[in-house]
């Protein structure tokens, strides 16, 4: 196949679970034979540089200027009408004149390929405007990692600021009915679990053509360490942007860490991922560390006795888990952190939901060994057999062709 993959930003470096999911998939496509023309949204005056890791499984590149208005310009506007304000960050005229001249041009495309409904604003736009002129475009898929309206709704449930709280609530029924009709403008709907499947064929009344297409994991880069893991080590993983994860790790080290170090006083905590807020760092301690960016996570998960994910905000899937589970961690985690993913409870994962009892999920794997690497065991069993990156994306291409 010749294809069009969009994206709100450029996949590379794999740094985080959105990143990983395009990235990934895209290199299965690419090593099927399949090929691919990236156009991506930027922001700022010029485009970044194309790195070499992301070149190697592209046919062809170009960039799309996003909306370069300011935030409270944006913000105003989404008061107005029916586009929600996240969404609007990757829309601009420029951009939709750019990609009509691309596709008026250019017909080869067998299918288009939209990474994440950010986008949705902007390519059925596109759509509109080439219809205008006579012209049909290939079929449209829609890649989507999460159920936004979900996110934001829960969000506005658990933030106190009362003008926040006002505007998200505001902001999760605008993305709840823009998700109920847009959804069914594309020829196919890829989600990442079968929960956000079940939620968005709600929201459309079974009208929407979907599939899902989980997330993956590397199982060839990322085996079990032959070494031992440091006594009491906990480590949580998260892109420290994405407000979610700092929720969720405020609510470790506030709720459940006071709690943990009375059952394990030698217990330590490492928080690793980018752009932590200063508030959050503030909350380092002898027994928290918080790294920041860093160039390897998977260094910092290897000496791991006991991988968390604390989370209470969020849908889709969690690439943190694959990822430890495929290094052959025990992890501990909440419900909603480990949605999307086929686990069960007590035998690859522990879930555990509120402060007493993740303190007692995570002191049981940091003492007995026996549970930790049966857990490991388990959850490495469980990637190879249904979460390898080759897998998931071979299923995804005979979906593609199933709709050619």
């Not at 006594?231 to 860490?257: M, S, T």
Request: charged share 25%; proline share 6%; hydrophobic share 40%.
């Amino acid at each position: 196949m010749r294809i069009l993959w969009l994206h709100t930003v450029l996949p590379y470096p794999p740094d985080s679970g959105g990143k990983q999911d395009t990235f990934f998939m895209m290199r299965e496509f690419s090593r099927s034979g399949h090929e691919i023309t990236s156009g991506i949204i930027f922001h700022g005056e010029s485009p970044p540089e194309i790195p070499d890791g992301f070149s190697e499984i592209i046919k062809s590149n170009f960039f799309l200027p996003g909306n370069r208005g300011k935030l409270h310009t944006r913000l105003f506007a989404s008061l107005s009408d029916d586009v929600p304000f996240k969404f609007r960050k990757y829309y601009s005229k420029i951009a939709i004149s750019r990609l009509v001249e691309i596709l008026k041009n250019n017909s080869g495309f067998d299918c288009i390929i939209v990474d994440h409904l950010h986008l949705a604003p902007l390519v059925l736009d596109v759509k509109s405007e080439l219809s205008k002129k006579g012209i049909n475009i290939p079929p449209v898929i829609l890649r989507t990692p999460n159920v936004e309206s979900t996110i934001v709704k829960k969000y506005s449930e658990r933030v106190d600021n009362p003008l926040v709280k006002a505007f998200a609530g505001n902001e999760a029924e605008k993305m709840k009915a823009y998700e109920s009709r847009i959804l069914t403008e594309f020829d196919l709907v890829a989600s990442i679990s079968p929960v956000d499947t079940g939620e968005f064929m709600k929201l459309t009344g079974g009208k929407v053509n979907i599939i899902t297409v989980t997330g993956g994991v590397d199982i060839d880069e990322l085996k079990p360490p032959d070494s031992i893991p440091v006594a009491g080590e906990v480590v949580y993983v998260g892109a420290f942007d994405w407000q979610p994860n700092v929720d969720a790790a405020v609510w470790l080290i506030n709720e459940v860490w006071p709690i943990l170090l009375k059952k394990y006083p030698a217990a330590h905590c490492t928080l690793v991922g980018k752009k932590p807020p200063p508030y959050l760092e503030k909350l380092a301690s002898d027994s928290v560390k918080i790294t920041g960016f860093v160039e390897s996570v998977t260094d910092y998960i290897i000496p791991a006795a006991c991988c968390v994910v604390p989370l209470w905000v969020g849908s889709g899937m969690r690439f943190k888990i694959l990822e430890a589970f495929a290094l052959g961690k025990a992890v501990v985690s909440t419900s909603l952190g480990a949605e999307g993913i086929e686990i069960t409870d007590g035998s690859d994962i522990l879930i555990r939901d509120d402060p007493e009892s993740f303190a007692d999920g995570i002191t049981a794997v940091l003492r007995y060994e026996n549970l930790r690497r049966e857990l490991g065991r388990n959850a490495r069993t469980l990637v190879e057999k249904k979460y390898s990156w080759k897998t998931v994306a071979a299923g995804f291409i005979d979906e593609i062709m199933k709709l050619l």
